[in-house]
């Protein structure tokens, strides 16, 4: 299962990343919500002369990602702690990056999590995140629900949660408000192949509150749902017989403290 969620946000790897090009060696970095730690772990693959601290609420996530790092073999610092409640140092990253965690619905106030990146940053330090702004951006949400719909299956109104991050401006401001600068942002557009429609299922089928629902179906209505999903991706479908699925997302850079330096 977190394979098929690591496929879906790996699209981002390389935008969220490239901000941090700059940094020298020994530089700190700071990852919030890192979950598996797949991002943290490409990022000391590229950079092992970075410092990594990867951190995360949930600690079988954490377990994983200690794992995987050991696995790569690569160095990074995975440590249980909320981003709206930083254990580190004032100043004492040069660099956060979070994707999708930092503005991510229901896991933390987004001012708060915003006011503890921009105090442990260095003045002159880089954020690059990565958020959902509504339902319809990942194709989970957007496709999950609507075939449950269908067969008349009552689902979680996702939109809700994303309406404050959704609304025009609204993620820039809580970087402002948090007093970072230089900020920027831009929608991001990726696609990400699923190799069948196997792959594609579990993903909804067995992940999160669709998961619950599709799990809860009769055998009648899972056929219907599994019918239905495959019309929905048939305009999807590629010549290898898997799905390219679009998603969007805003990418959000700023830095700490004076605008106008770069990072040395």
């Not at 008349?152 to 401006?169: I, K, L, N, S, Y």
């Not at 429609?197 to 998961?211: D, H």
């Not at 590629?238 to 004076?258: D, I, M, N, Q, V």
Request: glycine content about 10%; aromatic content about 8%; proline content about 7%.
């Amino acid at each position: 299962m977190q394979n098929n969620i690591m496929r879906l946000l790996s699209g981002l790897t390389t935008p969220l990343l490239a901000p941090l090009d700059g940094l020298p060696p020994g530089a700190h970095v700071v990852q919030l919500a890192c979950g598996t730690g797949s991002l943290s772990i490409a990022l000391a693959g590229r950079r092992p002369d970075l410092r990594i601290t990867a951190i995360d609420i949930n600690p079988a996530v954490l377990a994983a990602a200690r794992s995987d790092a050991a696995r790569a073999r690569v160095s990074v610092d995975f440590r249980e702690m909320s981003m709206a409640a930083l254990d580190l140092a004032d100043g004492s990253a040069d660099a956060v990056v979070s994707r999708m965690g930092l503005f991510l619905p229901g896991t933390a106030p987004f001012g708060a999590a915003a006011r503890e990146a921009a105090r442990v940053l260095r003045p002159g330090g880089v954020l690059s995140a990565a958020a959902w702004t509504g339902a319809d951006d990942s194709p989970y949400t957007r496709f999950g629900p609507a075939v449950l719909r269908r067969i008349r299956v009552a689902t979680p109104d996702f939109d809700p949660p994303f309406a404050e991050a959704g609304r025009a401006g609204a993620l820039e401001g809580h970087l402002v408000d948090a007093g970072l600068r230089d900020v920027e942002s831009r929608w991001f557009h990726w696609e990400t192949d699923y190799p069948d429609f196997e792959s594609w299922w579990s993903f909804n089928a067995g992940f999160g509150p669709l998961g619950a629902l599709f799990g809860a179906l009769t055998a009648e209505q899972t056929g219907a749902a599994r019918q239905a999903m495959a019309e929905a991706l048939s305009p999807y479908r590629t010549s290898a017989g898997g799905y390219r699925l679009p998603a969007t997302a805003r990418h959000l850079t700023a830095r700490a403290g004076e605008t106008s330096q770069d990072i040395d």
